[in-house]
């Protein structure tokens, strides 16, 4: 029987057994996440379609198209991940490990853009709030030309994929023991560490990831700079401005999210292509390797969250749809007078609102 300081050793070590609880524990977890954040983006697409606000305006388009997209992500990422926790071998691996970056990675980058085109439109409507009518096609022209921009981005990352086990990790080459030579764990999708990993994962961080976040904070600064200005001015009133401030507030929360949750996963990846880790302890990399990836799978899980602070109305819609509609027969039944206040509110203010 080992003792606890032997067992310790062991863990900083990456011995066979510890490999295999890391890659049972993975497994585990990112499949619970992916349940869990089918079952929420459901409801909140749910939510949005029984509204009938989903083509109010190009900005609630794609609020639910980010709903969307982390399902498709779901969906497309669970085939290749329950296949790669059955086999052992990296040869059977290496198909499904390039389709599980490349679904991935395009889903991240469509998560980007997405962002990308809101904040536009939530610009086009401050600055020039008049042009603010779209065709039917308009939705579906722009997420056909986002899917395409991140299908480009995403193809080199197809290619530079690769299947190891978890125990061969670049950074743990030289550290290897028999008993990790010898040790039959699940596979890990990794890159690789040449001239075509390093220019896919560096493409991929410039084009889905950096130039969509530095274009959108610029769009959001500016849009608070307009909106002031406009209520300086008289433009528009003080309330409509304000209600612009705060959906421009919860989107920036949804890019923070999707920043935070998928940021880590891209930069890791760009810093291993060049071996920047390689002085790190190997299973602290295949710790931070791990964790990143599945950090993936929590985006949109807070969006509800996010939602509800923002938008009054949809914390009642969204009980209301868990509960079978309960609460919102309740809401028709029962006389409220707020109804009667809202319906003289200006079509200004009206059109300010997002999703609800």
Known sequence: MSTLPNDKADILKMTCATAKQIAKASEVTVFFLIFTGIVINATVCGVMLKNKCVLKNLSNFFVFHLSVADLIFRVLTVGPLIYLSTVFSTKEGTVP????????SACGAAFF????????????????????LMSRRTPFVVVFVVWLYAAICS????????????????????????????????KLC?????????LSTT????????????V??????????????????GTISKETANAKKKITRMLSALSMGVVICWGPSVFISMLRSFDVLAEV??????????????????????NPLIFACYIPNFRKDWFGFCLCHRCRKEEIETPNPAIRRRQI???????SQTMM
């Not at 086990?165 to 010898?182: C, G, M, R, V």
């Not at 990794?190 to 390093?198: A, E, M, P, R, V």
């Not at 390797?289 to 929590?298: A, D, H, N, Q, S």
């Open 97 to 104: 490990c390039k389709l599980l970056h490349f679904f991935s």
């Open 190 to 198: 990794d890159l690789y560490q040449n001239w075509s990993g390093q």
């Open 281 to 302: 302890r190997p299973d602290i990399v295949l710790i931070l390797t791990i964790i990143t990836e599945l950090m993936k799978f929590v985006n949109s899980l807070f």
């Open 216 to 233: 959108m904070v610029f769009l959001f600064v500016v849009t608070f700079i307009y909106l002031k200005k406009d209520v300086k001015n």
């Open 113 to 132: 853009v997405s962002l990308l085109v809101i904040s536009v439109d939530v610009y086009r409507d401050a600055a020039y709030p008049l042009k603010g």
């Open 155 to 186: 193809g080199p990352l197809m290619y530079s994929a690769q299947s190891i086990l978890y125990t061969q990790i670049s950074e743990a080459d030289q550290n290897l023991t028999e008993e990790l030579k010898n040790c039959s764990v699940p």
């Open 203 to 214: 493409m991929y961080f410039l084009l889905a990831f950096t130039v969509p976040l530095i």
């Open 345 to 351: 509110q200006s079509t200004e203010y009206r059109d």
